[in-house]
């Protein structure tokens, strides 16, 4: 099992950037489908991004595709995700993820961090 903590969330103004990163412990990080989901206030949580054990698979939520960008270092057990032009809508609480599977669905995750908060102004 890996522990995600994530860091890096902050107040931007729209069309800034911030970059978000997630630990995890663990010995096995590099076994283990990273991914990051958001939940703004009274909406439900959906998935933003996600990237394979090797890095060199990932998958993007249209809404953020372009603008975002998943990656990892397995030799620092870290999952980053780059964001860039971002809008007042991708105000939310962003949590990393774990899954022993490629996926979308936050069932298939089964380690979660506690998320950071990410608000982004008009």
């Known amino acids: 099992q890996v522990q995600p903590v994530e860091s890096g969330g902050g107040l931007v103004q729209a069309g800034g950037s911030l970059r978000l990163s997630c630990a995890a412990s663990g010995r096995t990080f590099s076994n283990y489908v990273m991914g990051w989901f958001r939940q703004a206030p009274g909406k439900e949580r959906e998935f933003v991004a996600a990237?394979?054990?090797?890095?060199?698979?990932?998958l993007y939520a249209d809404s953020v595709k372009a603008r975002f960008t998943i990656s990892r270092d397995n030799a620092k057990n870290t999952v980053y995700l780059q964001m860039n032009s971002l809008k007042p809508e991708d105000t939310a609480v962003y949590y990393c993820?774990?899954?022993?599977?490629?996926?979308?669905?936050?069932?298939?995750?089964?380690?979660w961090g506690q998320g950071t908060q990410v608000t982004v102004s008009s």
């Open positions: 990237i394979d054990w090797s890095g060199a698979g990932t």
């Open positions: 993820a774990a899954s022993r599977m490629m996926s979308v669905t936050g069932s298939h995750f089964t380690s």
